[in-house]
């Protein structure tokens, strides 16, 4: 059995802002991001909590990344809010064009966060949650590096290209969901190679093309998209929605950008928000009462909602005070935050 260390709560960010800080970022960016790791964290949300502070003192390692440059927020008349993230990480440009993305959405019912220039490597859902958690519904894109070959493809085109999508709900959770276009998160591969298991069937090839359960083949060849075509076709979307779309870099282009360094991809993102209260005509709780009305259809049959499982493990990580990681992370966590 895998020996697991407690922290509490602050103990999380605590973490994280000592290693971020030692890392070169500077304090507006550091609290960003543990902010965002502390989020997934007490979720349970292993392949983008506290692991990811590797990927970051890596980013500043490769040294493209500037960790304490302020992101530069554009003026418009129209619905679309770009922010500059002079390539810093994309939180806090995030956090400070958020605001007016909320503002723009409610003026216009519809409206769109390009973020341009950044580095990226969290989880989308915390940012779509934060839309819904005041009543818009919102959806968020990025592509990565070229690690995800193509349906029927023999090497890495597309990144892990996520998407995420939250719906807001009246004293309930919201409708979340995020997950890569590819088969498995790039995350989760490095999850299990650290802990010496084999990949599924079917989400990987080797720099050969052929399939691979190996962790460490998977990632010197490439990724598999899921649901074979359909799954590749998403994912070319999502390409072009937070690429050329925004003005931005594709996967083909971060992976090239970073010239063999490790670290996070370097590309753009695009943020969609709604307000169902414009959309709907002026009959919003009349169409909540529908939305309602598909959930407890697809719960009452036994079926799961997305996050339905994250969100209780944030209710009891919350009610209990603490996260339990492995020891093995946690020793590597120290280790690391010693070094730098």
Known sequence: ???????????????????????????????????????????????????????????????????RVAPVLEHSDNAIVRVDAQDGMSLLAFEQALPVLIEKTRTHGIAAMAINRCFHFSALWPEVERLSAVGLAAMAMVPSHSWVAPAGGTRGSLGTNPLAFSWPRQGQDPFTFDFATSAFARGEIELYRRAGKPLPEGVAIDKDGQPTTDPQAAMEGAMLTFGGYKGSALSIMIELMAGPLIDDL??????????????????????????????????????????????????????RLPSQRRFAARARNTERGYVEIAKTLHDDLQALAAQV
């Open 250 to 303: 594709t996967s083909l282009e971060s992976m090239e950008y970073a010239e063999g360094a490790g670290g996070a991809p370097y590309h753009g993102e695009i943020i969609l928000a709604f307000d169902p209260a414009q959309f709907s005509g002026g009959r919003l709780a009349a169409n909540d009462t529908r939305a309602e009305r598909l959930f407890a259809d697809i719960i009452g049959q036994g079926a």
């Open 1 to 67: 059995m895998n020996e697991t260390v407690k922290l509490e709560l602050d103990e999380i960010k605590a973490l994280s802002l000592n290693i971020l800080t030692k890392s070169g970022f500077g304090t507006d960016h550091a609290n960003a991001i543990a902010g965002m790791l502390a989020t997934c964290q007490i979720d349970d949300c292993q392949s983008h909590g506290l692991f990811r502070l590797f990927m970051c003192n890596d980013t500043m390692k490769a040294g493209k990344i500037d960790g």
